[in-house]
C-alpha cells in the first residue's frame, strides 16, 4: 500500500502556513507585509507564492470584504507529522519517528499539540 503524504511545502510555503496557523485568514497584501522582507520578494511573486500554494492544497482562498484571503487547508500537527516522519526516514534513516519530545521548545507548538504530535508520530504513517 502507498502511503499518501502532504505537500511538501517549500521553505517560503512553509513560512506562509507557519503565518497563517497563528494568524488565521490573511489578504494577499498581510501575508506580503509579513513575508516578503523574509525573502526580498515583491507583492506579485507572494502572489504567484500563494496562487501555487492553492494549487498544491496547502491554501484555500475566500472572497472577503472585496478581497480574496487565504487560510491554511493543512492542519499544522498532520503536516509537521508528515516532515518529522519524511526527515526521520529518508534522511536519518530510522525506522521510526522521534519523540515530539524533541521540539519542546518550539515557539510553533503549544504543550496540547505537541501531545497530539506525539501521537501523530506513534500511530500514523509506520
Known sequence: MVEKSLPQPTKPELAVLKLLWRQKDLSARQI?????????????????????????????KRPANGVNVYAASVGKIALLGDLIRDFSDRVLELDAAPSAVMFADSRLLTEEELEELEHVLRTEGR
Open 32 to 60: 506580503t507585509d509579513e513575508v516578503a522582507p523574509q525573502f526580498d520578494w515583491s507583492y506579485s511573486t507572494v502572489r504567484t507564492v500563494l496562487e501555487r500554494m492553492c494549487e498544491k492544497g496547502l491554501l484555500e
